[in-house]
Structure formats: structure tokens, C-alpha cells
């Protein structure tokens, strides 16, 4: 059982649109709060470790990076730059010294992306 | 195999349906030896090539990742939006001699391969329903 204030205005805002999409029973708030939860645990991976360490280094460096060697393949381990590549052929070989590395061709950005009726999402377990 | 086609690939059968497949092996920052892996089309994916979770750590993707900042979202065909996880690696595809590079997506709770739209932008296929075989022309 989980009990939680919400500042009043997101907490009406909330109980109005549970009673619309889930009508006016008892349950709804539930059945919503349910459905805000688990879109909430899968919509983002907490950053760990080096994971984290790297993502530092790669916002502290983004911009000279862009600026410096754009269409190149950088490399960010241990919380630093290894080196930028000319092809994702030399920069993808890793050793096993590292936990986690970013990869990335400078400069390219993502697009948000549909998927199709074949994706399916088991349940989610602990995180 | 057709005298025209590169290669070919039969359907897999899914939920008592053939399904058109690409066989091909994904290569990660460890390089490791893998086997040719068939993997269902999916039109309505528009990335490149989506992992299921365990797939996706076993291949070190981890070790290939872009940077938090880029990692797109995803929209499901029921509305929900969430992030995606995404790395760089190569696709290899062995029966045609083809080495394609490219972004390999997946997300918490995913459990399946797919081929997706950006990839099938690369290649010239041909699904012949009644004979149930990709054929990579």
C-alpha cells in the first residue's frame, strides 16, 4: 500500500482524467495511478556507475566535440574521451576493462520512433 | 533459392502464422563469434534492428551506447511513450556477404527481435507468400 500527497491542482487534474478513462467507479484512481506507475518505471533507465560517469563527460565535452569533429565516432570510457574514429569499424572493439562506454557518431540525433503491433512488453519486474 | 535472389530465408512460424525473417548476425564491441540468427520484419518498427533486453547485454551493447541525450523515444501502436535504449554495432548478413551499420534498439521489458524500417531502406527484398520465403534480391 502506497500513501502520497500530490499538490492539489495535478491531484484533481489526475482524479478527473482516471473518471474519464476509466469511468466513475471506485477503482479508477487505481487503476490509473497503476497504469502512471508502470509508465514511469519503464520510461527511463537510471544512470549507474560508469554509465553515469561517462554521460557526465559526454554533456561536459558535447559541444567542442560538435564543433571539433563533426561526423566523427567518438568514444567515452572511465569518465573520459578515449578518442574520435573515422569509421565505426575502429571505434566499436572494446576490451573488457571497462563496464559501460559510449559509442557515438558526433553531431547525429534521434528521431522519435513508432514501433509496430509485433513489439510486445512483458510485465515489469523490480527494477 | 531463386537464380536472382542473393539469398532466401524461409517464414517462421509465429502464433500458427508464417512470418518473413532476415537471417543475420549482429556484431557488438566484443566481437564475438555468433551464429546466423533469423529475425522477423516488422514494418511498423521504424528503427533499425530492436533487441530484446537479454539479447541486448549479451552482446556488450552496454559497451557501445549512445550517450543518454540521444536515446529516442517510442511510441507504441496503443499510445504509450517511453525511452528507448539505444547502441551502435554492425549487421552482418551472412548468406549475401553484407555488412550494414546501424542502431540497435531495445527497452525495459522487451522480449523481442525484430527488423525494423530503417534497415529494410538498405536492401531489395522480394516476400513470396506462396512459396513463404524472404528473398534477398
Known amino acids: 500500500m502506497i500513501k502520497a500527497s500530490l499538490p492539489k491542482d495535478l491531484e484533481e487534474a489526475f482524479r478527473r482524467r482516471a473518471m474519464e478513462r476509466y469511468g466513475f467507479s471506485k477503482g479508477a484512481v487505481s487503476k490509473a495511478l497503476e497504469a502512471a506507475v508502470s509508465l514511469w518505471l519503464r520510461y527511463d533507465y537510471e544512470p549507474q556507475g560508469e554509465e553515469e560517469a561517462n554521460n557526465k563527460a559526454f554533456e561536459s565535452m558535447r559541444t567542442e566535440l560538435e564543433s571539433r569533429h563533426p561526423g566523427m565516432y567518438a568514444v567515452i570510457a572511465g569518465g573520459q574521451l578515449v578518442s574520435v574514429y573515422r569509421s565505426l569499424a575502429e571505434a566499436l572493439p572494446a576490451g573488457v576493462r571497462h563496464s559501460h562506454r559510449l559509442v557515438f557518431k558526433i553531431g547525429e540525433r534521434p528521431a522519435k520512433v513508432r514501433l509496430g503491433w509485433r513489439s510486445t512488453i512483458k510485465p515489469l519486474g523490480p527494477t | ?137
Request: charged share 25%; aromatic share 8%.
Open chain 2, 1 to 137: 533459392m531463386e537464380k536472382h535472389d542473393k539469398a532466401s530465408w524461409p517464414y517462421v512460424k509465429r502464433k500458427q502464422r508464417g512470418t518473413p525473417v532476415l537471417g543475420m548476425e549482429v556484431v557488438g564491441p566484443l566481437r564475438q563469434a555468433q551464429p546466423e540468427t533469423l529475425i522477423p520484419i516488422d514494418t511498423g518498427y521504424e528503427g533499425f534492428l530492436l533487441l530484446g533486453e537479454d539479447r541486448y547485454t549479451e552482446l556488450g551493447l552496454n559497451l557501445a551506447e549512445l550517450p543518454r541525450r540521444y536515446w529516442p523515444e517510442a511510441e507504441t501502436v496503443t499510445g504509450e511513450v517511453f525511452r528507448l535504449r539505444r547502441a551502435l554495432a554492425m549487421v552482418q548478413i551472412p548468406k549475401a556477404g553484407i555488412e550494414l551499420e546501424g542502431y540497435i534498439d531495445t527497452f525495459r521489458g522487451n522480449t523481442e527481435d525484430l527488423v525494423g524500417l530503417t534497415l529494410l531502406d538498405t536492401l531489395k527484398l522480394l516476400l513470396e507468400g506462396p512459396k513463404q520465403l524472404t528473398c534477398l534480391l
